[in-house]
């Protein structure tokens, strides 16, 4: 949990921001100091559920969620009255990585949600991945491309019971 040093203690969070400043993520002798997820550029608060975008590249991609309510969350409407929220908005080339992020961190309603990608702006086909969780635990990874901006990717679904 905490480090000792000649200087006092050091915190696993600070242990972890020091392994990432330090390029930990290609460096094997830090990379125990990481939790997972920290290398992956899945960024944000979990929630239940949690959709979380991740692609590689400048270009800038967008992230949709419509809760069984109907309301959509994006970063045009980045919360929902049913206590979903848009934290994470990357724009291309982020610090850590690409990450969208929608989440209920209390608790979204049970239903559909569904889901898709937006290529707002860049050039050339660009990769996706989507890692849904609930409950604290990864439900399901959607993969996917879009191919020129203002596109959007095929739809996804998931039901929330």
């Known amino acids: 949990e905490f480090a000792y040093t000649d200087?006092?203690?050091?915190?696993?969070?600070d242990l972890q921001d020091i392994a990432l400043i330090c390029g930990a993520c290609e460096e094997p002798s830090c990379l125990d100091l990481l939790e997972p997820s920290a290398c992956?550029?899945?960024t944000g608060e979990d929630g239940s559920p949690r959709f979380n975008l991740?692609?590689?590249g400048a270009s800038d991609l967008d992230l949709y969620v419509t809760d069984p309510n109907g309301e959509t969350i994006s970063y045009q409407n980045p919360s929902a009255a049913s206590g979903g929220m848009l934290d994470v908005d990357c724009t291309g080339n982020c610090t850590g990585g690409n990450?969208?992020?929608?989440?209920?961190?209390?608790?979204g309603p049970s239903g559909t949600y569904t889901f898709y990608v937006n290529y707002?702006?860049?050039?050339?086909?660009?990769?996706?991945n989507i890692l849904v969780r609930?409950?604290?635990q990864?439900?399901?990874?959607?993969?996917g491309s879009v191919t020129e901006a203002g596109t959007n990717s095929a739809s996804f679904t998931y039901v929330k019971s």
């Open 7 to 13: 200087a006092g203690q050091i915190s696993q969070a």
């Open 120 to 128: 707002f702006s860049g050039s050339g086909t660009v990769n996706f």
């Open 99 to 107: 990450s969208e992020n929608i989440t209920w961190p209390q608790g």
């Open 40 to 42: 992956s550029g899945v």
């Open 54 to 56: 991740t692609w590689s």
């Open 134 to 136: 609930d409950n604290l």
């Open 138 to 143: 990864d439900i399901r990874t959607e993969s």
